[in-house]
């Protein structure tokens, strides 16, 4: 519920509530990611504008994603590690797909 109307609000008035967000939730946020002595407030201020300001958020499966850069003539190059996300995030599972591609170039030449 807070999210669709965060994600609306004015810039200063998201940033100061996401700003208090992260102070209120900070430990909280730090107590669940392996890596605590590297976690700082601003971490968990990128991770909370995150989740709660996009206007829309939505989930896609990895082979509607891969379609997307094959259909747009890209090539993947790179995917987000499901065991690298779980040993950084207590066994967390992944929930979405990270992926990083390269356009194709098409050096093919038409003859006639």
Known sequence: ML????SRVPTFVRTIIIGALSIVLHPLVKSRVINKDKWQISNTRHSLRDVFTP????RHGFNEVTSWFEENNFSVYDIQSSCAHKKFFK???IYGIGMTGRRKHDFSVDCC
Do not use: I
């Open 3 to 6: 999210r669709p109307w965060l």
């Open 55 to 58: 206007v829309y958020a939505s």
């Open 91 to 93: 066994g967390k599972s």
